[in-house]
């Protein structure tokens, strides 16, 4: 009688094992061989799942972003957007480890329009919940839709662009570097929350403070 | 009697081409057949310039990198940091080429502490520019330095954050999409500088707006 396998779990399995290898070694690292090695698996149990490098890439990086919203999830369903700009950031093991597979799949996903619309995708799912936990956050509730919308514009592009640096040049972005322009950038929407300034934190849409302040 | 050889040219030639491939097609594609091809030379110069992945990346890396800085050559010996700023942003086929590039690079870079210092240096490099472009600006020449550096800092990480959205998902980020968040950015800093707000623009440094603003 053949065993009972879970072919989701396993599946999620390897793509992990994958995903650490990928981290730690680089794409160039993670072959078949040794998936199987570090899986305790066959190399044809592996090929079945991860049949070549698209679905290797693929499934990679989908493992770091389930494992990304699992961690974001309790700071997601909160009300404080801080802690979950915080949740995103590559602070800590595993989230640095995800955003090391997000910049290996980006590689690929410069010339692959499949990739490329699944990052897109989980970005813009990255902003819409960054949006929830604004309107849901007493100190951003305040703000105007478009406001929210384009500041959760604003937040998620300094995540990515902080992420992008911290990963190459850790030293230089410990956790408090991270989260400073973040900080920031949130005390000054928080302000215009409370003053009801439009625009936007003393900052303006056309870039002409004086002339054109818009009401 | 051998042909005379400039083999510095050879080499930026083979890496522009190169490239390009990368741009194109995927890291995959820029193999030594493809990229002799393309050149109208045999595998064995090809081989001989780009012995292997990891000195093909790195030429590539520097060809964009030498690229782009030719291409913001104008902007950064001007007094203009918007114009300065939207020189770096992937607008146009050779800046998106470029941008193509160093995300291709970032991939080998996760695990490869030489190309990640050389990311981490173009990186702040970038940074310096910014800053020198900033002290030249009659907007923002009053800004004080400790400001002027953290600007600088948040300006960079925009532009990359900007970038690599606009990379995986253009019709979202158009020409005014990648510039609206940073003239956003330079108007809040031409008050800044211009009412001497020190903290910057109407946000603190520490998230607390109202208990502990700074003088």
New interface residues.
């Given amino acids: 009688m053949p065993a009972i396998i879970d072919h989701d779990a396993r599946r999620v399995e390897l793509a992990a094992i994958a995903a650490e290898l ?8 993670a072959t078949v061989r040794a998936i199987a090695e570090a899986a305790g698996a066959s190399t044809k149990v592996v090929s079945h799942y991860l049949a070549d ?1 698209r679905a290797l890439m693929l499934a990679t990086y989908r493992s770091a972003a389930e494992s990304s919203a699992a961690m974001a999830g309790a700071a997601a369903n909160s009300a404080d957007v ?1 802690a979950h700009l915080a949740s995103l950031l590559p602070v800590g093991p595993q989230m640095v480890r995800n955003w ?1 597979v997000w ?10 329009a499949v990739f ?2 699944e ?2 995708g989980q ?1 813009t799912r990255a902003r819409r919940t960054i949006e929830t936990v604004m309107m849901r956050d007493p100190r951003f509730a305040g703000l105007a839709e478009g406001m929210r919308e384009t500041a959760a ?2 937040l ?7 992420a ?2 911290a ?3 850790p030293a ?1 972005w410990p956790l408090e570097a991270q989260l ?2 973040i ?6 929407l ?2 215009a929350a409370r003053t009801g300034d439009k625009a ?11 002339e054109s302040r818009r009401e």
Same sequence: chains 1, 2.
Wanted: net charge negative; glycine share 12%; no cysteine.
């Fill in positions: 990928i981290a730690e070694r680089g794409v160039e690292a490098k801080a090391r910049l290996a799949f980006w590689a690929f996903a410069i010339s692959d490329a619309a990052q897109g970005v514009r604003e998620i592009t300094l995540v990515i662009g902080i992008v640096q990963a190459f040049d230089e400073g322009p900080a920031e950038r949130l005390a000054a928080d302000l936007g934190a003393g900052s303006t849409l056309q870039g002409q403070p004086t």
